[in-house]
């Protein structure tokens, strides 16, 4: 009898890649992915590595696929933005060992600043897209999406949403693979996106597409359960549960893999007198399923929502009057309001009160729990746009002759994306108050290590950074170092700063307070 573990499908996912032979994996922590890392850190024998960003991630993964390896990139939609110009690119090329993406999509925006469908990325980049509905799925797709990589020689994306990401369900336990030998290989005409290669190259990932859809019909990702019924549901991914909970009485196409035969929905279809299309995200399906039927109710015809989550619910109120569906709403009703606070004891919050006693005309923000400064009775943050933007805006707004300009930055958004910002302001004298929140930690998503820290993702002793020396370098007019809970001191920095010209950096260096109780523990 096999084993089974009861796992999440993030490390369901990590699992996969361990025992689909896996030697690298790199991240940067984002929710609802971060777990996807933090299991292989603890679980897997290869490399594991948090990376200062999602691009640099993606680089460094595509580095060990060339050298032969199987390699894991993991990371959140939003993230996956950052990787998209190395992403829109590698298709192109071509990877040696196997190159899975695994993207956490988050409908709802539980944790996160849009809602992107990534499913849409993998159609743009014309690489192949897996899409579990359970954590046992999780596992068994990253496995078979090694083995397409390494077949059409492209990466691959598994995409989860949230509720597969953080959802429990049983696994079984394989035995691993043994990773590849080292196979690196000079390949230029193949490895060089220069123009001279570049059009060939299109043409030859073009020519690839009807191959991919074949190796999906044969796939077994894509099932039809169909049998005289008159209504029909067509889900993806986490959605083919959500259908089967309220409506096993009608026929089913699950969607599990893309691209896609459109047959299989003009098949499917036929003969149907109403057809649902449930899916988390966009109405990518929904789309083709409209070109095959007028019978197609979902996103596009209102029925259900294209804002926020689709979850278990959406469709229940259509198939009848389900106890569960009165029990959630009821559920719902009841529930007070508990929007997240900055923790008791966070230096976050003495820095915004000082930062607010300092009168700044304008704070740009950023991403990370610092954000929560944007919220009663504190309101001391006006924009939250994308990684490293703080900075950017500030200097945007100060050019146009406005006076004490503040951007508000953690320490590891500041590694993520922030530096270069702060070579632009100081290149371009921006007359700005750049504040560095640093917590000695990623904070927000579980207190991962930072190169500040020196820390790797294993817990061993990496290479150091020291902030204050990076900001110097990167030309900042001044550097001051202070403990929030100075409240004098850090009232009379601000000052200083945010009514002087020049790029000023402040670091606001109070480790989590969460941290250092554990450290205490």
């Not at 893309?258 to 649902?276: G, N, T």
Request: hydrophobic share 40%; charged share 20%.
């Amino acid at each position: 009898m096999k084993k089974r573990e009861l796992l999440a499908g993030n490390e369901a996912i990590g699992r996969g890649a361990i025992e689909a032979g896996i030697s690298y994996a790199g991240s940067y922590p984002g929710t609802p992915a971060t777990e996807i890392l933090e299991y292989l850190a603890a679980h897997s024998d290869g490399i594991v590595e948090w990376a200062i960003n999602e691009k640099i991630a993606l680089e460094t993964a595509i580095g060990a696929s060339y050298a032969g390896k199987r390699a894991l990139c993991s990371m959140k939609h939003v993230g996956l933005n950052v990787a998209s110009d190395p992403l829109m690119t590698i298709p192109y090329l071509t990877v040696k060992g196997g190159l899975v993406i695994a993207v956490a999509d988050d409908p709802g925006a539980y944790s996160s600043q849009n809602e992107q469908d990534s499913r849409y990325y993998a159609q743009f980049a014309k690489i192949p897209c897996l899409e579990p509905s359970d954590s046992q799925e999780a596992k068994d797709m990253v496995i078979q999406a090694f083995e397409l990589s390494e077949q059409f020689k492209l990466p691959v994306i598994v995409r989860s949403v949230t509720r597969v990401s953080h959802g429990l369900s049983p696994v079984e336990i394989g035995t691993p693979r043994k990773p590849n030998q080292p196979a690196l290989e000079k390949d230029p005409s193949h490895m060089l996106a220069i123009p001279s290669n570049v059009i060939r190259l299109h043409k030859e990932l073009i020519a690839k597409q009807p191959e991919l859809i074949k190796w999906g019909e044969s796939a077994g990702l894509n099932e039809v359960f169909k049998n005289k019924q008159k209504k029909g549901i067509i889900a993806c991914g986490i959605a083919y549960t959500y259908g089967k909970e309220y409506a096993e009485d009608y026929a089913f196409l699950k969607i599990g893999y893309y691209p896609f035969a459109k047959k299989l929905i003009a098949e499917f279809v036929k003969d149907l007198d109403e057809v649902w299309v449930l899916e988390e995200g966009e109405p990518l399906v929904e789309e083709i399923a409209r070109q095959y039927s007028n019978k197609i109710k979902g996103k596009l015809t209102g029925e259900l929502t294209r804002v926020g989550e689709l979850g278990p619910d959406a469709f229940a109120k259509y198939v009848s009057d389900s106890p569960v569906q009165q029990f959630t709403d009821s559920v719902k009703a009841n529930l007070p309001v508990r929007p997240p606070v900055l923790c008791p004891g966070c230096g976050h919050r003495e820095l915004y009160k000082a930062l607010n006693a300092a009168e700044p005309t304008f704070v740009t923000g950023d991403i990370g729990c610092y954000t929560l400064g944007a919220n009663p009775p504190l309101n001391a943050m006006h924009t939250c746009l994308c990684m490293g933007a703080s900075i950017s805006q500030a200097a945007g707004i100060a050019k146009q002759g406005y006076k004490k300009i503040a951007a508000i930055i953690g320490d590891s958004t500041f590694i993520h994306a922030g530096i270069p910002a702060l070579i632009s302001a100081v290149y371009n004298q921006a007359n700005i108050t750049v504040i560095i929140m640093d917590n000695d930690s990623t904070a927000m998503t579980g207190h991962q290590p930072t190169p500040l820290t020196g820390i790797t993702a294993k817990g061993e002793q990496g290479g150091k950074i020291v902030l204050e020396d990076l900001c110097k370098s990167c030309g900042a007019t001044s550097v001051e170092v202070l403990d929030p809970f100075g409240a004098k001191k850090t009232k009379a920095i601000l000052d200083e700063k945010l009514n002087s010209d020049g790029t000023h950096v402040v670091i606001a260096r109070r480790p989590c307070i969460l941290v250092t109780r554990r450290s205490k523990g």
